[in-house]
């Protein structure tokens, strides 16, 4: 086994044991049988701990993945804040989709 592939198997034997739900994804992603948007709902609920609730909370707008991010459901469009007190307001607000990022 190379150490790449020793590597994927630790990390999902610990998926297995802290987010079972998401196990099954991760092997798909691993084995590379997944699309593109797949690959992205991984990436996502890896950076937020696994939540597909924090997926869909997430206030992280400098990420490039953030406007495609799963879960996301409808959302309310509202424009751009162009300060720190229009992204304190958002991170109050939950689900809100930011015009232009």
Do not use: H
Request: charged share 30%; proline share 5%; glycine share 6%.
């Amino acid at each position: 086994m190379t150490p790449q592939e020793e590597r994927i198997a630790d990390r999902l034997a610990y998926l297995k044991r802290k987010a079972p739900r998401c196990a099954g994804l991760f092997e798909r992603v691993f084995r590379g049988k997944v699309s593109k948007s797949q690959a992205v709902k991984a990436t996502c609920l890896d950076c937020c701990c696994y939540s597909a609730n924090e997926v869909k909370l997430c206030v992280s707008v400098t990420c490039p993945l953030w406007r495609v991010r799963p879960f996301q459901g409808k959302a309310r469009l509202v424009k751009r804040p162009t300060d720190s007190t229009g992204i304190n307001l958002l991170r109050r607000w939950r689900g809100v989709r930011i015009a232009g990022t």
